[in-house]
T-cell receptor, first 113, second 116 residues
Framework: DAKTTQPPSMDCAEGRAANLPCNHS???????VYWYRQIHSQGPQYIIH???NNETNEMASLIITEDRKSSTLILPHATLRDTAVYYC??????????????FGQGTTLQVKP | NAGVTQTPKFQVLKTGQSMTLQCAQD?????MYWYRQDPGMGLRLIYY???????DKGEVPNGYNVSRLNKREFSLRLESAAPSQTSVYFC???????????????FGPGTRLTVL
């Protein structure tokens, strides 16, 4: 599975969009980009995933560059409850993979009033 | 629907003691996982069970054993606890990787273990 690089920390004002970057320059053609977050002391929570097209769900949007070497998770209107560590994970999906997730150190997002 | 449950929530052990961490899921998932998280670090995979009856080592399996008791339950055992095993332990489950293109994992609330 490809390695990812994320900034260790970011701040965002409440109500503004939070844009969290992730570099995955060694990503392979069959590897998906996943985002999870971990609110303090809780288990991680799935946010979104994508292969090459941009994706949106009720929690966030995922923008993947055309060369797939980087992506951005967007929380459109950040709230104080979005303060968490955000993990970008790249892995192969489907029957050839056992489902393991390899977590890095993530980005600590602090949403401020 | 409780999701993934873990017991106990907290535990303090002395070096050399043994204990078993319990995990159960009620989502009829085939795959289950055990992770550990040390302070300021991301999660690291200890063991996983892709389906009932199978278990495999993850990144950091030394000092641990697992049992997939049935489809619902996946336990983690420390035979002789060491201070280096002080950590927060998370259990997770997911649907069969053969049935879906992606693999959303659902995590339990964690067990906070201190080994003195």
């Amino acid at each position: 599975d490809a390695k990812t690089t994320q900034p260790p920390s970011m701040d965002c004002a409440e109500g503004r969009a939070a844009n969290l970057p992730c570099n995955h320059s060694t990503i392979s053609g069959n590897e998906y980009v996943y985002w999870y977050r971990q609110i303090h002391s809780q288990g991680p929570q799935y946010i979104i995933h994508g292969l090459k097209n941009n994706e949106t769900n009720e929690m966030a949007s995922l923008i993947i560059t055309e060369d797939r070497k980087s992506s951005t998770l967007i929380l459109p209107h950040a709230t104080l409850r979005d303060t968490a560590v955000y993990y970008c994970i790249v892995r192969v999906a489907g029957s050839s993979n056992t489902g393991k997730l390899i977590f890095g150190q993530g980005t600590t997002l602090q949403v401020k009033p | 629907n409780a999701g993934v449950t873990q017991t106990p929530k907290f535990q303090v052990l002395k070096t050399g003691q043994s204990m078993t961490l319990q995990c159960a899921q009620d989502m009829n998932h085939n795959s289950m996982y055990w992770y550990r998280q040390d302070p300021g670090m991301g999660l690291r995979l200890i063991y996983y069970s892709a389906s009932e009856g199978t278990t495999d080592k993850g990144e950091v399996p030394n000092g641990y054993n697992v049992s997939r008791l049935n489809k619902r339950e996946f336990s983690l055992r420390l035979e002789s606890a060491a201070p280096s095993q002080t950590s927060v332990y998370f259990c997770a489950s997911s649907e069969s990787f053969r049935d879906r293109l992606y693999n959303e994992q659902f995590f339990g609330p964690g067990t906070r273990l201190t080994v003195l």
